[in-house]
């Protein structure tokens, strides 16, 4: 079974521009999730999407946004790109959100860097 | 939300077994206990969860406190491939929609050959 693929694997962009990122979970998990990773804060939680719909938003403005689409692939967008947005961005899948509790499966994630 | 602490560095060497502690008093009843660890330039990868009872599987086992507030991850006999940064999160089981996933900054595990 394929694992979760992000694409692309490396980003540079200048400030002020946008970028979007891709991100495909394993075959069947309907979630996806997202999360920055930054040496100075560690892994932050981004979102998280189940069945097109948008169940939970950490602490991010709102420059970061994402969706999913019917085939539950995801892309998540950062506008107006800040020097502060450098970092990993990690997608992971999931078969269920809630009571099944299942465990998170992650991407290997965009790095991507504004100069 | 409930969070999690964890030692910032261990040190163990090869094929001696691992404990790697992670208190999270604020725990909820519906939190699941989860670990991950990341090796670099990798994203994290599932190593085992948990919610009252003791786990065991091929990677690890975790123990769970009797009052759920702090857990163990062990690994029975540690390896280099085990050497990366282990992180503690708790993960909401209640279905509901409101939580918020948070990573603490992990510990990162050296193991000496």
């Known amino acids: 079974k394929a694992g979760v693929t992000q694409t692309p694997r490396y980003l540079i962009k200048t400030r002020g521009q946008q970028v979007t990122l891709s991100c495909s979970p394993i075959?069947?998990?309907?979630?996806v999730s997202w999360y920055q990773q930054t040496p100075g804060q560690g892994l932050q939680f981004l979102f998280e999407y189940f069945s097109e719909t948008q169940r939970n938003k950490g602490n991010f403005p709102g420059r970061f946004s994402g969706r999913q689409f019917s085939n539950s692939r995801s892309e998540m967008n950062v506008s107006t790109l800040e020097l502060g947005d450098s970092a990993l961005y990690l997608c992971?899948?999931?078969?269920?959100?809630?009571?099944?509790?299942?465990?998170?499966?992650f991407g290997n994630g965009t790095r991507l860097t504004v100069t | 939300d409930a969070k999690t602490t964890q030692p910032n560095s261990m040190e163990s060497n090869e094929e001696e077994p691992v404990h790697l502690p992670c208190n999270h008093s604020?725990?909820?009843?519906?939190?699941?206990i989860h670990w991950y660890r990341q090796l670099p330039s990798q994203g994290p990868e599932y190593v085992i969860h948990?919610?009252?009872s003791n786990v065991n599987n091929r990677m690890a086992s975790l123990a769970i406190a009797e009052d759920r507030k702090s857990s163990t991850l062990i690994l029975h006999r540690a390896t280099l491939r085990d050497a990366a940064v282990y992180y503690c999160?708790?993960?909401?089981?209640?279905?509901?929609?409101?939580?918020?996933?948070?990573f603490g900054k992990g510990t990162l595990l050296t193991v000496n050959p």
């Open positions: 992971a899948s999931s078969l269920w959100t809630g009571r099944d509790n299942s465990p998170l499966h």
């Open positions: 604020t725990i909820s009843g519906t939190d699941y």
């Open positions: 075959s069947g998990h309907r979630s």
């Open positions: 999160i708790l993960r909401d089981g209640s279905g509901g929609s409101n939580y918020k996933l948070t």
């Open positions: 948990g919610l009252t």
